[in-house]
């Protein structure tokens, strides 16, 4: 069974910094995708950065691109999102998926239809403020 665990938001001024953790077992990383969603109460969910060890390739939307990095040990299992230059607009709640047949980053972070993917981790809040 695929289990994917978030952990690492908090509360951060603007301008500040955090780094987010998915922890994945039950999967071997260089078999799916793994990538960063986000969601407001009230508004879509918006795919922030995928990565694909397999491919081997990242993505970033446009918001986060020169701000958010995205790496993967494979050793622990664990993707990071690092974010930096975090504004307000950043605010939400923060998820990894995983997936074994959308091997691109691009193709997971694209998904017309991401309820579907193979697994989701709980959320984790990010708050920053002004």
């Known amino acids: 069974e695929v289990q994917l665990q978030a952990s690492g938001g908090g509360l951060v001024q603007a301008g500040g910094s955090l780094r987010l953790s998915c922890s994945a077992s039950?999967?071997?990383?260089?078999?799916?995708?793994i990538g960063w969603f986000r969601q407001v109460p009230g508004k879509e969910r918006e795919a922030i950065s995928c990565?694909?060890?397999?491919?081997?390739?990242?993505y970033f939307t446009d918001s986060v691109k020169g701000r958010f990095t995205i790496s993967s040990d494979n050793a622990r299992n664990t993707v990071y999102l690092q974010m930096n230059s975090l504004r307000p607009a950043d605010t939400a709640v923060y998820f990894c998926?995983?997936?074994?047949?959308?091997?691109?980053?691009?193709?997971?972070?694209?998904?017309?239809?991401?309820?579907?993917?193979?697994?989701w981790g709980q959320g984790t809040q990010v708050t920053v403020s002004s």
């Open positions: 039950g999967i071997t990383f260089d078999d799916y995708a």
């Open positions: 998926a995983a997936d074994s047949h959308l091997l691109r980053a691009g193709a997971l972070c694209t998904y017309p239809d991401p309820d579907h993917l193979d697994a």
């Open positions: 990565i694909s060890t397999a491919d081997p390739s990242t």
